[in-house]
């Protein structure tokens, strides 16, 4: 018999597309880049199952798609050319930074003021929130670091203003948790009211200094959460082939399921896939193996907290910002 650690709807799983990510080259991998790539992968991802699309903003300008970029002109026109392609998805907009400085630190108005310029121009439905700090590495065979290790810090004071942010804009926090310390911090936050009613959480696995892409650690992360966190909870599996049982367990458990070319690039025979689609649609076989069905996109609301579908960024400018 399955276990599940999921609420209600245990049948119906919420998938999400992570379409392009922070740190991938464009230059060397086929990510999207502009608005209109994003929303070309964002209705890709949505015609394969996807109900929720995970996106980072890039540099539009020639020659600089490798960069982040935090100018909220940027954001809004990729989430309208998203709305306009698949109106009913649920944006995820990333607030993560790295430093303090430049395109990685959050652009001018720095780690916590670039994301939150972002999520005021944008209002997303959703936005990460990066809930604890990791050291981020990976050793080569060689002996030989494969980039300088750098630091992911999220101390408290910074999960605090990121948290207070989208609770003011009434946007659903996602909390990524990339190592076990973290996920036990998620109780932590509830217990002093710092969370919302309305919250999901991410274990992120398969970054080398994190949590180990091991599926048997699964039922054990779950179980270090509270019964609340329990009801919205998904793996994100970062690597190569050996992403696959990990989100073949996390459906089997009654957990949420994402991928996408921000997490790997290989679908589960090995083949390189050629776009965010082609990985749905592996997704959603892995997930009706499992038993389960993808959630619709109002069925998805429901289970995550989001009311009801944002229009176009100029509109929820000039309307309320509460929820029925």
Same mark, same amino acid.
């Given at each position: ?5 999921? &609420?209600?709807? =245990?049948?119906?799983?919420? /998938? ?9 080259? #464009? ?19 949505? $015609? ?9 903003i890039r540099n539009p300008? #020639?020659?600089? &798609? ?23 998805? +649920? ?6 930074? !790295? ?25 997303? $439905? ?44 009434? +946007? ?9 310390? !973290?996920?036990?911090? +998620? @109780?932590?936050?509830?217990? !002093? ?37 329990? @009801?919205?909870?998904? =793996? ?6 050996? =992403? ?18 921000? $997490?790997?690039?290989?679908? #589960? ?14 997704? /959603?076989?892995?997930? @009706? ?8 996109? $109002? ?7 989001v009311r009801q579908s @944002?229009?176009? /960024? ?11």
């Amino acid at each position: 018999m399955r276990r599940s650690f999921s &609420g209600g709807g =245990v049948d119906k799983a919420v /998938v999400t597309a992570s379409l392009n990510g922070v740190f991938t080259d #464009p230059k060397k991998f086929n990510i999207p880049v502009s608005a209109e790539e994003m929303a070309v992968a964002a209705k890709e991802s949505y $015609d394969a199952g996807a109900t929720v699309v995970h996106i980072h903003i890039r540099n539009p300008e #020639p020659g600089k &798609g490798h960069l982040p970029s935090w100018e909220p002109s940027h954001c809004k026109d990729v989430v309208n050319a998203i709305k306009e392609r698949a109106p009913e998805l +649920i944006i995820n907009m990333t607030t993560g930074t !790295i430093g303090t400085k430049g395109p990685l630190g959050g652009g001018d108005l720095g780690p916590t003021g670039g994301p939150i310029s972002c999520l005021e121009a944008t209002m997303p $439905d959703m936005a990460a929130l990066n809930a604890g700090s990791l050291n981020y590495l990976k050793a080569k065979k060689d002996g030989t670091w494969a980039w300088d290790p750098v630091l992911f810090s999220n101390p408290v004071s910074k999960v605090e203003e990121m948290v207070n942010a989208m609770k003011q804009r009434n +946007i659903v926090p996602e909390c990524e948790c990339f190592d076990t310390g !973290i996920v036990r911090s +998620i @109780r932590m936050y509830e217990e !002093i009211g710092l969370l919302p009613e309305h919250f999901t959480v991410s274990l992120v696995m398969g970054v080398a200094s994190g949590m180990s892409n091991n599926s048997s650690w699964i039922p054990l992360l779950v179980d270090e959460l509270s019964e609340n966190a329990r @009801r919205q909870w998904q =793996v994100i599996a970062i690597g190569r082939q050996e =992403v696959w049982p990990l989100l073949r367990r996390a459906a089997e458990l009654g957990g949420n399921v994402r991928t996408g070319l921000e $997490d790997t690039f290989y679908l #589960p025979d090995g083949k390189r896939a050629g776009s965010n689609g082609e990985l749905i649609e592996a997704l /959603v076989r892995v997930l @009706r193996e499992s038993g389960r069905e993808p959630a619709t996109p $109002d069925e998805a609301r429901a289970m995550i907290g989001v009311r009801q579908s @944002r229009g176009a /960024v100029e509109d929820n400018q000039a309307g309320s910002r509460e929820r029925p």
